[in-house]
């Protein structure tokens, strides 16, 4: 992995980590600091509980990143990201939002999918497949 790919990963990584940190730390606060995470979460028709659950899939998505080697939970943990924020995108989009609520969103996908891109070799699955001669 060339110096350049190295810095575009961790900057993405860390940007990615400091999102999730502070948007589930604002889920499991249940936004008690002011009027966000409850409110947002019923006017999307969701149930007050989930906050919690998704505030703690968050913090335990930001310690798999973060924690060296265990390529297939990173694996799984952008595709969980992934499917999170698609989906959080697709709930502001159902209810009538506009489109500038679900920005935060898609930046996180944009950060994962960085991070997940340049990540080094180590930190990828290997392959099982060979090359037929």
């Known amino acids: 992995m ?3 790919n190295n810095i575009i990963y961790w900057i993405s990584t860390l940007w990615l980590s400091l999102g999730l ?3 589930g730390l604002v889920q ?6 002011g009027p966000g995470a ?6 999307l028709g ?24 265990l390529p ?17 995108i ?17 930046l996180l996908i944009a950060l994962a999918f960085l991070s997940w891109n340049y990540r080094s070799k180590e930190k990828k699955i290997p392959t099982l497949v060979s090359n037929p001669s």
């Open 38 to 43: 409850l409110s947002s979460m019923q006017h």
């Open 21 to 23: 940190v502070s948007t």
């Open 2 to 4: 060339n110096k350049r």
């Open 72 to 88: 297939l939970l990173k694996e799984w943990t952008y595709a969980g990201i992934f499917f999170l924020f698609t989906g959080a």
């Open 90 to 106: 697709y709930s502001h989009l159902f209810v009538g939002d506009p489109i500038t609520e679900s920005l935060p969103a898609l």
């Open 46 to 69: 969701y149930p007050d509980y989930l906050l919690t659950l998704l505030g703690i899939w968050k913090i335990l998505a930001v310690i798999a990143l973060l924690t060296p080697r």
């Open 28 to 33: 499991l606060t249940k936004g008690t600091e």
